[in-house]
Structure formats: C-alpha cells, structure tokens
C-alpha cells in the first residue's frame, strides 16, 4: 500500500533538507529533551545563554519526523540573539507559520520542539532564586504535550512487553 506525500511547505522540506544548527553543542550552558526514545520522536534542545539574560546560541538534535526536524531548526533561529523571556514566549503556533504551516498530523512534532525548549528554560532557572515573575508555575501546553506524548509511549511499550512476554510463555 502506497501513502500519499504529506502537504509539507517548501520551507518545510528546504529545512529538512539542510537544517540549520543542528547537533550537539558542547559548550552548551543548558539542554534539555522532550519525546520519547520508545517511539523515536525524540528531540533535544541545546542554548548558549550570555549575561544571565540571551540566547546568543541555539542547536538541536532530533529523532523526529521532517516536521519536527524543520521547526527545530526554525525554533533555535527565532530565539537566537533573544532574552530568555522573549524566547519562552515562543509558542508552536508561531513556529509553525514561520516554517509555512504544519500538517495537522504534524502539529505534535513543532508542540515537541517548543517543548524541549521550555524544558531547557526551566532547567536553567531550576536551581536560581528567585525565579522570573514571567515563568509559569503550571507546565505550560507545549510542556504538557511533550510529557502526555512520553506517558504514553511508556505505556504502549509496557502493554507490548507484556503481550510478548504472554505469548513467550505459551
Ligand atoms: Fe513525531 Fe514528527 S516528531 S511524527
């Protein structure tokens, strides 16, 4: 069975193509993931962060789709050169309509992308007192997302093992 092309913009499939700051950053001041390694979307989100106050780097790793390979790519463009804060604003909507729109299947992998970054932005502040006024308590809709898709990933595993292992004891 044949299955029809996902409707990917072109800037999609040009980031796909040649992403840009992708891999690993080794001087990374904090990093974070979101997804999960049980069904391989899995993205990890790397930020350089200068004067306790800008993004002035941003790379990513992925094991995602080219949905999400592209509106990672995008993502470390947009919060490049911005103040933290800036960056958390940043919502998968946004990245979306920068990369010319995501399918609707696709909406998840840009929800992971914005996700990872989130991630990385608490992880920062996680051990500095005070936090920011402008940072959430509450996991915000993107965070939410990456932490259902991973619940359930975990789970759909756990049922597999367990119907393996009932069918090795047969
Ligand atoms: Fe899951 Fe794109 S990251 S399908």
Redesign the pocket.
């Known amino acids: 069975m044949s299955r029809a092309p996902l409707p990917y913009s072109s800037r999609i499939l040009e980031l796909f193509k040649n992403p840009k700051n992708a891999g690993k950053m080794a001087d990374a001041t904090v990093s974070a993931e979101a997804?999960s390694p049980v069904c391989g979307?899995i993205i990890a989100i790397y930020l350089k962060i200068e004067n306790d106050a800008v993004i002035s780097r941003a790379s990513f790793e992925s094991y995602?789709?080219a949905?999400?390979i592209a509106t990672a790519s995008m993502l470390t463009e947009m919060v490049k050169g911005k103040r933290i804060e800036e960056a958390w604003k940043i919502g998968w909507k946004e990245v979306a309509e920068e990369v010319g729109g995501l399918p609707a299947v696709?909406f998840?992998?840009g929800v992971?992308a914005v996700g990872a970054l989130r991630r990385a932005v608490r992880e920062y502040f996680r051990l500095r007192s005070p936090k920011p006024a402008w940072l959430p308590e509450q996991d915000t809709f993107e965070e939410k997302q990456a932490l259902d898709e991973e619940n359930l990933a975990k789970e759909l595993s756990r049922r597999l093992n367990a119907s393996k292992d009932r069918s090795d004891s047969k």
């Open positions: 997804g979307d995602g789709c949905a999400n696709k998840h992998c992971l």
